[in-house]
Every structure is written in C-alpha cells, then in structure tokens.
C-alpha cells in the first residue's frame, strides 16, 4: 500500500443536524482523510467507480468501490483512507446520529 501523501482528503458538510450528518468527500490522487474513529454508524455512497486503500490497527486492506453502490458500517471504525488512484475519488457520507 502506498504511503499517503500529506494531501489530505477534503470533506465538505452538506447538512448536519440532530440526526444525520452528511459530508462529500474529495481525494486528490493520493489524498488521504488523516487517522479517525467514527463516532455514528454510518453509510458511504461512492461517486466514482474504483479502489481505496484502508490503514488500521489490522492491518492494510483495499476496497473495491462502485458507483452509486452504498455501503453501511457500525460506529467506532478507525481508519485511515488513501485514494491510491491517478485522479480524484469522491464519495458521499451519512452518519446517522441515534440516540
């Protein structure tokens, strides 16, 4: 896995309130999102077809993304996100805030 650049990945938050937050998600060819924990569950809906790369404390995995294909994860992932692609990788995040 290549190590991620110092680009870090730029999110822009288009609604948040009391029950969901959503945020677009931009990588640069090699951005990353920086080491975090997700304090929501929640779902990421994929704008561009391809891979991302993923750091954590298990270890270094790939995951294949499609357009237009959600995916949904519990809360307390802890992860890193490299975009290990030549052009920009965009995606849509929905955390969902339940009491």
Not at 75 to 90: K, L, M, W, Y
């Amino acid at each position: 896995m290549p190590e991620p650049a110092s680009t870090k990945a730029v999110p822009t938050v288009l609604i948040d309130n009391e029950r969901v937050r959503v945020t677009e998600w931009r990588f640069a060819a090699g951005a990353h999102t920086g080491h975090h924990r997700h304090e929501y569950p929640y779902v990421v809906v994929p704008m561009t077809t391809g891979p991302l790369a993923i750091r954590s404390a298990a270890g270094d995995t790939a995951a294949q993304l499609t357009a237009g294909a959600p995916y949904y994860r519990d809360a307390g992932v802890e992860h890193d996100v490299i975009n290990p692609n030549a052009g920009e990788f965009v995606f849509v995040e929905v955390e969902l805030k339940l009491p």
